[in-house]
């Protein structure tokens, strides 16, 4: 050493490493090591292909070979010069040349191993990363001692040097941790995305995801890099996704809740509390993740200690390697706080995914366990709120009660930490953070208030909306479409008041909390300063970092308190739903064995002669909650015999389906009891159809026998259906069973019920939605047939071939068993009357006693073959719908322009000017403190600086105030004008718009999407305007403070864009599945709640639950996808925030000598960028991830964008009819022909036929013959594609729609009441007096029953849910009379009535629609006798018209062998 460096000392001079020692062993090691490295690389990978090279972008060429090359040209400069000064006979030291030859050397080898090997994969390399941040680390002392040189020209190379090394060092170790493996990346250039080679590398991706991982992957998340290079090349799917851990399992999370929760049930009952259960369930996990937390704040304090003690060090100018470990402390504290984060993050967000599995799945069970009278209590509206809202309330509340301590707790530790630094000064910010306390107290109570408000009109919309949605076909045929968006306008409108006030006053708490910190700086400086103490930089910045610590804390916990408050209110509503009594007290689980519960079963079956016993029962449709329940049967006791054939007829709402839902459970049993022996199938009154295939509708989840199946739906008359579709029985059903007729429905939902082989039949009245064909069909080879002989049997019926076959009769009336018995004797009672039609019919005829079964000759078995070539429904086949869309890439610029539209552009301007300007009076607050601290000595001029500091505070808080509530109005604005949007455009959709999407997806866009632009993007984008000019402010201080950040500005915007290139890609295709996954939760959902008494009968609870539960598990796949991803770079944007701390510390520490030329600022400025460097790290994670949420969160806005671009039906019409249109009534039909959709076959084919004014005419024809057709071609729900439809010659097509249907009347074929009073179901209009209606009622004989329950003023539940189908539709066909049009349309509207009654309803017609044209569809033969004229339809064919005496006469009459038909 001593030969090299004579005279020096040999490491240590007492102040820094000596320089021969920094040169010859520190920077020459650094230097070989490198050198050695990139050498041994080369060796080693000389053979491997160099397609990765070629792949490369010249950007990244350029940064490879250009940095290098330049570094490689100072470092030759530098030699040449000392090299001349060695000419020239100066003195240089031999060190110096050793080292600068090493460093030429060095940068040469990187050349050449760049330009002659695979560059990529060595420079990428672990090892190469590590050799060069040794080689950075080693050279700091040589920069410090040169620094201290009085030489310019030598400091600033030395500098450019330096950075160069260091930028490029940079650019290794961000290529080496970001990319997963460098020697299979893909990528064209530096934005460029990922290319696979061939399908094979995109197809490897599902094997990547299932290997374990080991702890680095763990820590770093790199095993979501997969995803990440296909997000970036092409749209994700599915079965691209992470496969999640075991624990994450929807149905283990599932079962592991529910015991919790039925154990918490059976020691509180109706006090139980869901939250006890899931801390009993999850409790343990969820204290341990509050020790990392502690461990997590705790460290947050360590960084403004360290800050101050860095700060003192500067100050005093002192020398050693005290510098060095502050600064390389500060970074190290940043980067391990970064790992125990996202840690942290992670294990508190899997939690979350596990609580809401655990919920959605006990929210679903419980609507499988609630009977419908048990269910009454909630409506529809409410219990998907349950699902949709409540439950992901609740779940939040994992993050607020660790903030709930964490919080006050951070708050302390600052307090006491400024305490140390201003002594007491610090208790006049404490004073305004009390202050605050009750302030935000009164607030948080008035917003739960609100929230609760909220709630409760929210739930009542969705409600609405549902049923709008349910009936939507009804309700444009009514022209109710302004009548509905009135009622969800007003309940939308209340919904907002309570969100105003809500967002008015989450505006007062953003303001209080937001200025907290801006106060607190002023306050206590002011009286430190005002006490006589003088500002230095150590203490201000010290303090200053303790304020931005205390940013976060008093920021977030308003929004904890309202978390929390949210989540009680959610947690109480839960509760109540999940408390509330069950149908049965068996446990549900998604893997049940119910072995044992059949084989009980089994041996009752075959040893209790009785199927069904009812004793002195007593039953209502109100819950256990109601005191005084509406009793709907009384005193019943009935003992059916197995194998018998009961028939139960009655009256309308005489309580025949009461009784068989009785049977199953469905009621409410005061008194007496019930029992059932064997399996039970069960077909309800309106068949309930599942959307999927055809076939799994019958199946119901039982194995598929061939031979079995092939029977059943033969029996069903279904065979020549299914051979009509496109796909077999494999044929896309849509929701509710959209796409096919009534009668399909019901023969669909008869063949489920036959292919089980239960015990006991209970039919509902299935007979009235077919024709008379079908119906003896039926009769004959299902119910009465060979299978179903030693079945038993209930029906409740108005027909009187099933009523002539029965083994026993039961009469009912209001709600009694009035008579039961035999035929025989049943003829000779008065109660016969019911069921006798019009003696004066051509087609009644004496029915003997011995005619009990009917007979169905073999020229009719073949006529039902025969003319069955129609019945698929071609008026609305639609053999799939369409998969639910979702848009690619990133979302649009227009979505974001349509969004500010409807906030208002005056409303952005001023939020983001008040944003800039806040932010701008916040940086120059700060900044002025630096000048204070610099420029001040002692306590002079503090008045002065005072006074400025206090125009900058109350600058601040001013526009803090602007920004709080110009965001709170402007997303008021958007939410209400995009509801408005929304609802406009869905109202006004023709109707194959809904037969194509389900309910479920529209009210997804009206439930969860819109909760999303009301309350959370608001919230987010918010967070984003914030935090996206804290970041340009904090760019600009740092830029301002250290100019040596400059050098690391542009590769830390490349980084940084990358980064957030790869995250945005995936994200954004994530979060778009995640909506995919969501609706069919909702659409199961809604689906089960339609038919929930139809599972429990076919006791198909666990099938169903296991259903939901793998809808659920693919949900959590997406959103666990989408949390790793973001944790991704989460991490990987704090580590860069770390590196710059360590960057600008170091800088700071070279330069601050007190011979040291080059100075990088003053001991204010450096104070001022460390404490503004230290929340980089939440601000860059902040800014992205607001960025990206917002994107997420605009994903819901372009959603309903997407629906409001929908087709529109045509409003408006060219020519205007007089207000008395139609004053005739003729229609006429001139060759029409009516296709659904171009790739199906005609529904009406050439249909030519004129009904002249005031005539009834009946139409009738085989189940799919294009009945219905002809009533949605003449209200043109569907456009007819050639012809004309003429009404009193005015053509149809050119009316506006609205107004053509509001000038006829219609009865539906399902009828419709919605939830409201009685009087405005009839007349919602309010045009009619209430005499007329009582007039009317009485003639549909409806007057007493209406009177006996509380008059026209009742509330009518959801869908009528408290009459009966047979009385709904009676009070449908009142309100066709009470509108007074010329023409009148009735859809069946006496299937669901007994056949006296029908009788007179249609004297009733007959008398009060004299001089109105009638148009019946019909499948009862006897209703349209006495009409004037008959159509007759065929496969979309007019094959017969007439006088239906006439016709009868004829010989090969079609219309005579439906008559013959309906009497056998």
């Known amino acids: 050493m001593d030969l090299l460096c004579p005279g020096d000392p040999t490491v240590w001079d007492g102040r820094r490493f000596a320089p021969c020692f920094a040169d010859l062993v520190l920077g020459f090691a650094g230097n070989v090591v490198v050198a050695a490295a990139a050498v041994a690389l080369f060796l080693s990978k000389r053979n491997a292909p160099r397609t990765q090279n070629v792949r490369r972008g010249l950007s990244e060429k350029l940064f490879v070979f250009g940095v290098p090359g330049f570094a490689a040209c100072l470092s030759l400069l530098g030699l040449t010069m000392l090299v001349k000064k060695k000419i020239d006979g100066k003195d240089v030291e031999n060190h110096e040349l050793f080292f600068i030859c090493s460093q030429f050397i060095t940068w040469m080898s990187v050349i050449l191993v760049c330009a002659n090997g695979p560059w990529f994969e060595i420079l990428c390399n672990p090892t190469m990363w590590f050799c060069w941040v040794l080689k950075i680390l080693l050279e700091i002392p040589h920069l410090q001692y040169k620094l201290t040189l009085p030489k310019a020209i030598v400091s600033f190379m030395e500098i450019v040097s330096f950075s160069t090394a260091s930028t490029f060092g940079l650019f290794v170790i961000v290529a080496a941790v970001v990319d997963r493996s460098c020697n299979r990346r893909k990528v064209n250039s530096i934005e460029a995305p990922l290319v696979p080679k061939n399908e094979k590398d995109e197809g490897e991706t599902t094997d990547l995801v ?7 992957e763990l820590l770093t998340f790199k095993f979501v890099n997969p995803i990440m290079k296909i997000g970036i090349t092409r749209q994700l799917d599915f079965t691209d996704l992470l496969e999640f851990p075991a624990e994450l399992r929807a149905s283990s999370c599932y079962e592991k809740l529910l015991s919790s929760w039925t154990a918490e049930h059976q020691n509180h009952h109706d006090n139980s509390s869901l939250l006890r259960a899931m801390s009993c369930a999850y409790g343990w996990t969820y204290l341990r993740l509050g020790l990392l937390k502690v461990i997590n704040d705790s460290i947050s304090f360590v960084s403004p200690l360290l800050l101050n003690k860095f700060i003192r060090f500067l100050q ?52 499988l366990c609630l009977s419908l009278a048990e269910r009454s209590r909630f409506s529809e509206g409410e219990i998907q709120t349950f699902m949709s809202v409540d439950a992901d309330r609740t779940i939040n509340l994992c993050n607020s009660l660790h903030d709930a301590w964490s919080l006050p707790l951070q708050i302390g530790v600052a307090l006491y930490l400024l305490y140390t630094q201003v002594s007491y000064a610090f208790l006049s910010g404490l004073a305004i953070t009390i202050i605050l306390i009750p302030v935000n107290k009164w607030i948080s109570t008035r917003i739960a208030g609100a929230t609760e408000k909220m709630m409760k009109q929210k739930d009542r919309r969705i409600s609405c909306a549902g049923e709008l949605l349910a009936h939507i076909r009804t309700v444009k045929m009514y022209s109710w479409e302004k009548l509905f968006t009135e009622r969800l306008v007003e309940r939308r409108e209340l919904e907002v008041q309570h969100l105003a006030t809500r967002k008015y006053l989450d505006a007062w708490c953003v303001y209080f909390w937001a200025t907290t910190p801006t106060l607190f700086s002023l306050f206590t400086f002011s009286i430190f300063a005002v006490m006589g103490h003088p500002l230095d930089a150590a203490t201000v910045f010290t303090c200053v970092a303790l304020f931005n610590t205390l940013i976060s804390p008093l920021n977030s916990f308003p929004w904890v308190i309202n978390g929390m408050i949210d989540a009680v209110i959610s947690n109480r509503r839960l509760s109540n739903y999940l408390s509330t009594p069950e149908h049965c007290s068996s446990e549900l689980s998604a893997s049940a064995d119910l072995l044992k519960h059949h084989f009980k079963r089994y041996t009752e079956a075959n040893h209790n002669p009785m199927a069904v016993v009812l004793q002195n029962i007593c039953c209502s449709w109100s819950s256990s909650s109601d005191v005084e329940p509406s009793i709907v049967l009384r005193d019943i006791s009935l003992q059916i015999q197995k194998g018998l054939f009961v028939a139960i007829v009655g009256e309308v709402g005489s309580g025949k389906s009461a009784l068989l839902n009785s049977i199953i459970g469905e009621t409410r049993v005061i008194s007496g009891s019930i029992s059932s022996c064997g399996s039970i199938a069960y077909v309800p009154q309106v068949p309930w159809i599942l959307s999927g295939c055809l076939r799994d509708n019958i199946l119901l989840g039982k194995e598929f026998d061939p031979r079995r199946y092939k029977e059943v739906i033969e029996a069903c008359a279904l065979d020549v259906d299914i051979s009509a579709m496109a796909r077999g029985d494999m044929s896309h059903i849509g929701e509710k069973g959209t796409n096919l007729s009534g009668g399909q429905r019901a023969r669909l939902a008869l063949a489920r019920a036959l292919y089980h082989n239960s015990d006991v039949y209970l039919f509902d009245d299935i007979l009235s939605a077919v024709d008379s064909q079908v119906a003896s069909w039926i009769l004959e080879k299902t119910i009465m047939g060979p299978p179903m002989k030693r079945k038993t049997r209930l029906i409740s019926t108005h027909n009187l071939q099933a009523i002539y076959a029965a083994d026993m009769i039961v009469v009912m009336a209001n709600g009694l068993v009035k008579w039961f018995g035999t035929l025989e004797s049943f003829l000779e009672t008065p109660y016969s009357r ?22 169905v000759s073999c020229e009719f078995k073949a006529d039902v073959l025969l003319d069955d070539d129609s019945v698929v429904a071609y008026e609305e086949q639609n053999d799939h719908v369409e998969a639910e869309a979702r848009k690619e890439g990133r979302v649009e610029l227009g979505v974001y322009k349509k969004y500010a539209t409807f906030a208002g552009w005056s409303t952005v301007i001023l939020i983001c000017l008040s944003a800039f300007l806040m932010q701008a009076s916040r940086n120059g607050n700060d900044l002025w403190l630096t000048y204070w601290v610099d420029t001040s000595k002692g306590t002079e001029n503090t008045r002065f600086y005072l006074i400025i500091l206090a125009m900058f505070g109350i600058i601040n808080s001013l526009f803090t105030l ?92 490349l980084i940084y864009s990358k980064l957030q290139f790869y995250y945005r890609s995936t994200s954004r295709e994530v979060r778009r599945l995640d909506s995919v996954a969501r609706s069919p939760i909702y659409l199961s959902f809604t689906e089960t709640l339609d038919g929930s008494s139809t599972i429990r009968a076919f006791q198909k609870e666990d099938f169903f639950l296991e259903r939901f539960i793998q809808h659920v598990t693919l949900y959590q796949k997406t959103s666990y996808s989408e949390l790793i991803a973001g944790l991704w770079l989460s991490l990987r944007l704090q580590l860069l925030a770390g590196f710059i701390i360590l960057f600008i510390a170091m800088m700071a520490t070279v330069s601050f000598h007190s011979n040291s030329l080059v100075n990088f600022g003053t001991p204010g400025l450096v104070g001022l960028a460390l404490s503004y460097a230290a929340p980089v790290v939440s601000l860059l994670n902040g800014f992205l991830t607001t960025f990206t949420e917002t994107e997420k969160e605009m994903i819901s806005v372009e959603r309903v964008v997407e629906y409001v671009g929908i087709p529109q039906e045509e409003l408006q019409g060219s020519e205007s009819p007089p207000r008395s249109w139609p004053t005739e009534g003729m229609i006429e039909f001139e060759h029409v022909t009516l296709r659904y959709k171009p790739e199906l076959p005609p529904a009406l084919i050439d249909v030519s036929f004129l009904i002249a004014s005031g005539m009834q005419v009946g139409i009738i024809g085989r189940t799919g013959a294009g009945k219905s057709s002809i009533l949605n071609a003449l209200f043109r729900l569907a456009p007819i594609c050639n012809g004309r439809i003429l009404v009193d010659d005015i053509d149809v097509s050119r009316v506006a729609v609205q107004e053509l249907r509001r000038h006829f009347a219609v009865v539906p ?120 004229n008959i159509i007759v339809l065929d496969q979309g064919r007019l094959v017969e018209e007439g006088n239906p005496e006439v016709l009868m006469k004829g010989k090969y009459s079609r219309f005579a062998r439906f008559a013959k038909a309906s009497n056998m």
């Open 962 to 1053: 602007g920004r709080a509530f110009s965001f709170a109005f402007g997303g008021l604005r958007a939410a209400i004008h995009i509801h408005a949007s929304l609802l406009e455009n869905i109202i006004s959709a023709p109707v194959c718009f809904f037969d194509q999407n389900p309910s479920g997806r529209i009210l997804n866009r009206l439930s969860s999407d819109l909760y999303t632009v009301d309350d959370s993007l608001p919230f987010i984008l918010n967070i984003f305007v914030a935090n996206f000019f804290s970041l340009l402010g904090t760019l600009v201080v740092l830029s301002y403070s250290q100019v040596s950040f400059l050098l690391i500005l542009l590769p830390l915007w």
């Open 210 to 216: 299932n290997k374990d991982y080991n702890l680095w």
């Open 316 to 367: 005093q100018g002192s020398g050693g390697m005290e510098g060095y470990v502050l600064a390389i402390s500060l970074g190290l504290t940043s980067i391990i706080k970064s790992f125990l984060d996202s840690q942290y993050s992670f294990r508190l967000a899997k939690l979350k995914l596990m609580l809401r599995s655990s919920i959605m799945g006990i929210v679903y069970r419980k609507c």
């Open 1309 to 1428: 074929q399902i009828p419709f009441l919605f939830d409201g009073s009685l009087r405005e179901n009839l007349d919602p209009f309010n045009t009619t007096t209430d005499l007329r209606i009582w007039e009317v009622l009485e003639k549909c004989h409806m007057k007493v029953e209406i009177e006996s329950i509380g008059g026209l003023d009742i509330h009518v539940k959801e869908s009528g849910a408290s009459f009966s189908v047979g009385q709904r539709q009676l009070l449908c066909l009142a309100r066709a009379i009470l509108k007074s049009s010329k023409v009148l349309c009735l859809d069946e509207c006496t299937a669901n009535v007994d056949n006296q009654t029908a009788f007179l309803l249609q004297n009733t017609i007959s008398a009060e629609c004299k001089g109105m044209t009638v148009l019946t569809i019909a499948h009862r033969i006897s209703t349209v006798m006495k009409m004037d």
């Open 834 to 855: 019911i069921s006798k039609p019009d003696s004066s019919s051509p087609t009644s005829s004496a029915v003997s006693k011995k005619d009990k079964t009917p007979s």
